[in-house]
């Protein structure tokens, strides 16, 4: 079982799962996100500290936040409080003292669960988990069959949390047909006889051509132009033709300052994570004028300003500059055939599983769900592509002799398999709770960018 979605069902990696803990290079616990604590185990932890020596009773019980109800009907709230700097305050030097203390049956759903999601799509259930989680993204993309997909092995899943899933009383045909077709794309993604990069464009047009009946307004039950599309696409002349039209459009460099405004840069406000900061603000100090782009604020209306003043505006030397510059880097990487190979496969993995976990009927229609994803994935190329010292392990492995060459490629390959996981695992963290993708799909559509061209600019970028 590896292509149709089947009960029960989950993606190979999933089974393979495991926490780190000690060894994760980014605790999810430390990340400063709001910890909501489920009514049940806030009660069966109070009376496990009620039992418990004066110290322990004393740490567990100041450890929780309640909220008030905010309307008299609402229940209380139960948070977990955190540290200053963002962080879970019961976090011990790599592990958890809750869970050391009480055991795993003690831990709240939210802390047992992460960074899984199980839930109920039609009468199947189906289990995943966020690439925010570093060891999840190193499972997802490292392993060509990371993504196949493979019943449940419910003896790994040691508490059974779902999440809200699919509502089967919803009869608009986005709902009453998504299941059959985020099978059709994901068929799509995975035919190896196309190029990477012909797949998506696949994707793009069938979305395209789809998205007035794939779309929370339509209420017409009528989905037989759905039906149409994929048999009309499932025909190699036709795929050929459009792998042909879309394969001629250029990336317009305005893309970059997009890209940057919008997601790829340090964060200033709220929690605030260092590797991530790292990251983009060695990313912006590689190009000589990328600084000159960055927005001077966090606020939305300034994003929109810029956003306005940029679409009326010719494209700056500076833009172009830096546009040439990233190409030239990506292009280096991608002249190794290795690299190229490997860096399609964790975009494939990586977009099979976003089909796979996230299900598009979150979106409007099924063309901003697949925009955005693309959006996503483009932030992602620019932040790994962009890296510097991937180009040193390019010019060792392009100075190397044929008896030196295979170390050197391995060495490269394995430096650009590190940096991916890096970049994968956080720009899901980063975008994850936060309008971000939508502020960049935004600043696209006013550069009239969140189209079926824009999709292909994404693509080529
Ligand atoms: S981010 Fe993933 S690997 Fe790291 S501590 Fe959390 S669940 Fe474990």
Known sequence: MSGEVEPNVTMKYMNRFGCIGDACEENCCLDGWRIDVDKAHYEKLMAMAQFSGKPIARRFKSTFIILPPKKKKDPERYLLKQLDGGGCSLFNEGWCDLHGT?????LPHVCAFYPRKLKYVGEQMELSATGSCPE???????HDDGVDLEPIDFSR???KVLQDGMDPRDTRPFFRTFVQVRDYVMKILRDESLAWDERQFLMLWFAKRTTEVLSKKNVDPDTSLVEREMAILDKPAVRAEIVKRYAALETPAALVPMIVRGIVRPKTKGIQRPNWNKLTGDVIASYERLREMLPTSDDPDEHDRA????ARQPVPVSTLEVYLEYKRRRDRLYAVPAVKRRIDGFFRNYSLHTWFHRMPIEEQDIMTYTLRTLAQQCSMKFLLNSQLHLQDFVTAWEKADDEARPAAEAALVDAVE????????????????GMLIKWLADMLRKMDMFSAAGGVYLIHF
């Open 157 to 159: 899943v040691y508490r």
């Open 102 to 106: 009480f055991g795993y049956e003690a």
């Open 136 to 142: 999840v993204t190193r499972q997802i993309i490292l």
């Open 418 to 433: 590190k940096a991916a996981v890096s970049v994968f695992y956080q720009l899901a963290r980063h975008v994850e709770h």
């Open 307 to 310: 956003a306005d003043v940029a």
